[in-house]
């Protein structure tokens, strides 16, 4: 199979559905930008010697809520789903790194080393991806779970870049206004 169709040159693409959309639709940038996060949690898996599991059963996710975000008609094709367990899993991992972790008192600077970098990087792609998503469903509904766990999936980004920061000795940045 050839990567390149040539289908495309003229700034449409197809999804799970009999129609083509623009480059530029909605649907279309939602799941790019989920796909844009999976990569940058790459970067992140290629940083980190811990949690290597857990942050490709994330990345597998992100597939399934690309999959979701690409499917025209609801029913219509059998895929996997994100579910409130998908959600669970996030909220367990955070509350675990949480009980580790100072309590914040102040507003916290997106720095420290790479891979503190790198899982900033990764929270500000997905709330943006959020955002697009949010966008999406208020004029075609997608899964709400899709919603909860990129709220929550930036959530954990950032526990995880204060919790690797406390085990490396890195000092966080507080702003200070």
């Known amino acids: 199979m050839k990567i390149y169709t040539k289908k495309g040159d003229t700034g449409e693409t197809s999804i799970l559905g009999p129609h083509r959309y623009s480059k530029a639709d909605l649907r279309i940038c939602a799941i790019g930008e989920v796909d844009e996060l999976n990569a940058h949690?790459?970067?992140?898996?290629?940083?980190?010697h811990s949690f290597k599991e857990s942050l490709t059963k994330i990345q597998s996710d992100l597939?399934?809520?690309?999959?979701?975000?690409?499917?025209?008609?609801?029913g219509k094709y059998k895929i996997p789903e994100i579910s409130a367990?998908?959600?669970?899993?996030?909220?367990?991992?955070?509350?675990?790194?949480e009980t580790e972790l100072p309590k914040m008192t102040h507003f916290i600077l997106p720095?420290?080393?790479?891979?503190?970098?790198?899982?900033?990087?990764?929270?500000?792609?997905?709330?943006?991806?959020e955002r697009t998503v949010i966008a999406l469903h208020t004029s075609i509904p997608q899964n709400e779970q899709i919603l909860k766990y990129l709220n929550r999936l930036s959530d954990l980004l950032f526990v995880w870049a204060r919790y690797h920061c406390l085990k490396n000795g890195i000092e966080e940045t507080k702003w200070i206004p």
Do not use: K, P
Request: with cysteine.
């Open 41 to 48: 949690l790459g970067l992140v898996q290629a940083q980190v």
């Open 85 to 97: 367990q998908d959600v669970e899993f996030l909220e367990l991992w955070i509350d675990q790194m």
């Open 111 to 129: 720095n420290g080393d790479m891979t503190c970098s790198y899982l900033h990087i990764s929270r500000a792609v997905c709330r943006r991806a």
């Open 63 to 74: 597939f399934v809520i690309g999959s979701q975000l690409a499917v025209e008609i609801a």
